[in-house]
């Protein structure tokens, strides 16, 4: 037994009659189409009830057969999709006949087809007949293609945020050309076009993503890694331009060329300080939220302490290269920086052991 299955994903024989669906029969589905195109000769729906019909009528002398509409819903696709799933239920579940089943289905257009999957699953299908004004043929096709491009949120950011950017640069170019600027338009422009093929050239907008993530937790969630790390890249910035203030300053002081050692030990002569600040903060930052986090050990707090023993040991090597410290001081200094690393690592490790002991026995 063939069955003709006219397919009405977004409910308009539902919305605009009276009927209730599914429909099933010859003279009920012909009257649906007549109630269709009397409530809305414009919908395209009529043509594929009308064209069940006609299918019905050509196929009857050959075979059995039976023709029938469903129909689902003005929600999202998927909803829609299990709504057609459950009518074609019913009307399987309605057939007198001892025949295997097979179906044609009738659709309006790309949009409907997307319940095909649904329909297969269901009863073997033979066949797909679309059914379009011949005027608009490709115009729906091209309509829901466009639509499900705009609705995925990936293609729709690749080809929007760049063509939102070239149409950006008309009314830029005229406010920079009122303002004096001509130039900065198109910088600002390239440069805009430039960070984002880098973007999705290295895909780099899910790190991104997570970035943002991670610090909107943070701000919620009240950890103080949050203030600390603003604190620690401040800092950084400062050394940065410290170091490069300390080189000018070393330039203008000797005569002629430095050399790459004077140049290297200049920079880090006067970051390490503020490079150093920014670790410590970071890293209490980080241990004050493992410890509010019931995840503390013992063995965290070793990171300051190494931090200010590296932080020391790079100030002194820097002031020796620039003539700032005699030898025995960097002797000093270095011995002080191993010595500061091995007596935190030995204290914290007794610490940890004793202390977790202890915890573990108190527990027991």
Same mark, same amino acid.
């Given at each position: &037994?063939?069955?003709?299955?006219?397919?009405?994903?977004?409910?308009?024989?539902?919305?605009?009659?009276?009927?209730?669906?599914?429909?099933?029969?010859?003279?009920?589905?012909?009257?649906?189409?007549?109630?269709?195109?009397?409530?809305?000769?414009?919908?395209?729906?009529?043509?594929?009830?009308?064209?069940?019909?006609?299918?019905?009528?050509?196929?009857?002398?050959?075979?059995?057969?039976?023709?029938?509409?469903?129909?689902?819903?003005?929600?999202?696709?998927?909803? =829609?999709?299990?709504?057609?799933?459950?009518?074609?239920?019913?009307?399987?579940?309605?057939?007198?006949?001892?025949?295997?089943?097979? =179906?044609?289905?009738?659709?309006?257009?790309?949009?409907?087809?997307?319940?095909?999957?649904?329909?297969?699953?269901?009863? #073997?299908?033979?066949?797909?007949?679309?059914?379009?004004?011949?005027?608009?043929?490709?115009?729906?096709? &091209?309509?829901?293609?466009?639509?499900?491009?705009?609705?995925?949120?990936?293609?729709?950011?690749?080809?929007?945020? #760049?063509?939102?950017?070239?149409?950006?640069?008309?009314?830029?170019?005229?406010?920079?050309?009122?303002?004096?600027?001509?130039?900065?338009?198109?910088?600002?422009?390239?440069?805009?076009?430039?960070?984002?093929?880098?973007?999705?050239?290295?895909?780099?907008?899910?790190?991104?993503?997570?970035?943002?993530?991670?610090?909107?937790?943070?701000?919620?969630?009240?950890?103080?890694?949050?203030?600390?790390?603003?604190?620690?890249?401040?800092?950084?910035?400062?050394?940065?331009?410290?170091?490069?203030? @300390?080189?000018?300053?070393?330039?203008?002081?000797?005569?002629?060329?430095?050399?790459?050692?004077?140049?290297?030990?200049?920079? &880090?002569?006067?970051?390490?300080?503020?490079?150093?600040?920014?670790?410590?903060?970071?890293?209490?930052?980080?241990?004050?939220?493992?410890?509010?986090?019931?995840?503390?050990?013992?063995?965290?707090?070793?990171?300051?302490?190494?931090?200010?023993?590296?932080?020391?040991?790079?100030?002194?090597?820097?002031?020796?290269?620039?003539?700032?410290?005699?030898?025995?001081?960097?002797?000093? &200094?270095? @011995?002080?920086?191993?010595?500061?690393?091995?007596?935190?690592?030995?204290?914290?490790?007794? =610490?940890?052991?004793?202390?977790?002991?202890?915890?573990?026995?108190?527990?027991?």
């Amino acid at each position: &037994m063939l069955l003709v299955l006219c397919v009405d994903l977004d409910d308009d024989l539902g919305r605009k009659t009276s009927f209730d669906t599914p429909v099933v029969g010859r003279d009920a589905v012909e009257d649906a189409a007549v109630a269709l195109a009397t409530a809305d000769p414009e919908d395209s729906d009529v043509n594929v009830i009308f064209e069940g019909v006609h299918l019905y009528d050509r196929i009857d002398a050959e075979e059995s057969v039976e023709v029938a509409v469903v129909t689902g819903n003005e929600g999202d696709d998927v909803s =829609a999709n299990r709504e057609v799933g459950e009518e074609v239920d019913t009307v399987l579940a309605g057939l007198t006949t001892s025949e295997e089943v097979n =179906a044609v289905i009738v659709t309006d257009g790309a949009q409907d087809e997307s319940v095909i999957p649904v329909i297969r699953s269901r009863v #073997p299908v033979d066949g797909v007949r679309r059914v379009v004004v011949r005027q608009a043929q490709d115009l729906e096709s &091209m309509y829901y293609t466009i639509k499900q491009v705009l609705n995925d949120p990936e293609t729709r950011g690749t080809i929007l945020v #760049p063509l939102g950017i070239l149409l950006l640069i008309y009314p830029l170019a005229i406010v920079a050309d009122w303002v004096g600027l001509p130039g900065t338009v198109f910088g600002g422009t390239s440069a805009l076009l430039g960070l984002y093929a880098l973007f999705r050239g290295l895909g780099l907008e899910r790190t991104f993503d997570r970035l943002a993530e991670t610090a909107r937790n943070g701000l919620y969630a009240g950890r103080v890694t949050l203030i600390t790390y603003v604190v620690a890249a401040a800092l950084l910035v400062v050394g940065g331009v410290s170091g490069v203030e @300390t080189l000018e300053s070393v330039q203008n002081h000797y005569s002629g060329d430095i050399g790459a050692i004077r140049v290297l030990a200049s920079l &880090m002569y006067g970051a390490v300080t503020w490079f150093t600040a920014a670790g410590i903060t970071s890293s209490l930052g980080q241990i004050t939220d493992e410890y509010l986090a019931d995840q503390f050990r013992w063995r965290y707090l070793n990171a300051p302490f190494y931090v200010l023993a590296i932080g020391g040991v790079l100030h002194a090597v820097s002031a020796y290269f620039l003539n700032e410290v005699s030898l025995e001081y960097l002797a000093g &200094m270095l @011995t002080a920086g191993t010595l500061l690393g091995l007596i935190s690592t030995l204290v914290f490790a007794i =610490a940890e052991s004793r202390f977790s002991r202890s915890g573990q026995a108190r527990v027991s």
